[in-house]
């Protein structure tokens, strides 16, 4: 749905709720957010039903397998964000 994000475009997000932080992966295009889609071509918005934790699954099956180092805004414990998919601050550097 959304990856790389302007300044203007993550300020925005922060506005309206739809983000907590002006230190996003978003802004240095090293996260993405995505949904699933159900049987019927509709996208899921539930971020704690069964169709994000499969997709949480098949999209960390598929980092691991390419030995690519991610996280999934779903497993966090303070601000949980389930459509949020990144590249870790640690494994790539803050200005990477």
Do not use: C
Request: aromatic share 10%; proline share 4%; net charge neutral.
């Amino acid at each position: 749905v959304e990856g790389l994000r302007s300044i203007t475009r993550q300020k925005q997000m922060v506005a309206q709720g739809s983000s907590k932080t002006m230190n996003s992966r978003h802004l240095t295009g090293h996260a993405v957010d995505i949904y699933p889609i159900d049987e019927n071509g509709k996208v899921v918005g539930d971020w704690r039903g069964t169709y994000f934790k499969d997709m949480a699954a098949a999209v960390k099956k598929a980092a691991e397998e390419l030995n690519i180092p991610i996280e999934w805004g779903g497993d966090w414990k303070t601000i949980v964000d389930g459509p949020h998919f990144q590249l870790p601050w640690n494994a790539y550097g803050r200005d990477s």
